[in-house]
């Protein structure tokens, strides 16, 4: 066994999940499937925690790397938090707060004032605007919230502007 499987033995799963998700990227950049499976891994090995009694408000994100929002996300689904969206969230940090909905679906709301921004992705490898849905951002956000958002406009051709509490409910 290497050093990665001695290492996985001994983390918290959390830690391992995350590792798994890291190990997937670094092996084949572009292997949705290879990517797709080790995150499904990572959430099958990050059982339940116990859950704490507080609430973390969401404020505005500017959105950025979906992989760096997925890796979050598994780790405020862990964390037994109930989750406020009080500002705009873009991009990845969009569809980061959607996913969530779909697995904690009364841990998250949001304010009036929050509004969800989509648009399609940018391949930073390729330099080029992705101009179809890939297999990981259907996984991601669903199929379901796909259809409620319709068509989406390319990267740097303005947002599909939607709001938050449509798709996460209104804070009480």
Same mark, same amino acid.
């Given at each position: ?10 983390? /918290? ?11 997937? %990227?670094? %092996?084949?950049?572009?292997? !949705?499937? %290879? ?18 009694? +507080?609430?973390?408000? &969401? ?10 929002? &997925?890796?979050?996300?598994?780790? %405020? ?10 500002? @705009? ?16 679906? $009364?841990?998250?709301?949001? +304010? $009036? ?9 940018? @391949? ?5 605007? &992705?101009? /179809?849905? @890939? ?5 991601? &956000? ?18 599909? +502007?939607?709001?938050?509490? @449509? !798709? ?5």
């Amino acid at each position: 066994m290497g050093r990665f499987g001695e290492w996985a033995r001994r983390a /918290k799963p959390w830690e391992a999940s995350l590792a798994t998700i890291r190990l997937a %990227m670094q %092996m084949q950049k572009r292997s !949705y499937p %290879m990517l797709l499976a080790a995150t499904l891994l990572a959430v099958a090995a990050s059982g339940p925690r116990a859950a704490q009694a +507080t609430t973390a408000n &969401i404020g505005w994100r500017p959105g950025g790397d979906l992989y760096t929002y &997925i890796a979050e996300a598994f780790d %405020m689904l862990n964390s037994g938090k109930s989750y406020r969206v009080t500002g @705009d969230q873009y991009s990845a940090a969009a569809m980061q707060v959607v996913y969530l909905e779909n697995h904690m679906p $009364r841990r998250i709301c949001a +304010t $009036r004032n929050a509004r969800l921004n989509f648009h399609l992705g940018y @391949d930073k490898e390729t330099r080029s605007k &992705i101009k /179809k849905l @890939d297999p990981v951002w259907v996984a991601f &956000i669903g199929r379901n919230n796909l259809r409620r958002l319709g068509k989406l406009p390319e990267y740097r051709k303005g947002f599909k +502007t939607v709001r938050a509490s @449509d !798709y996460l409910g209104l804070c009480k």
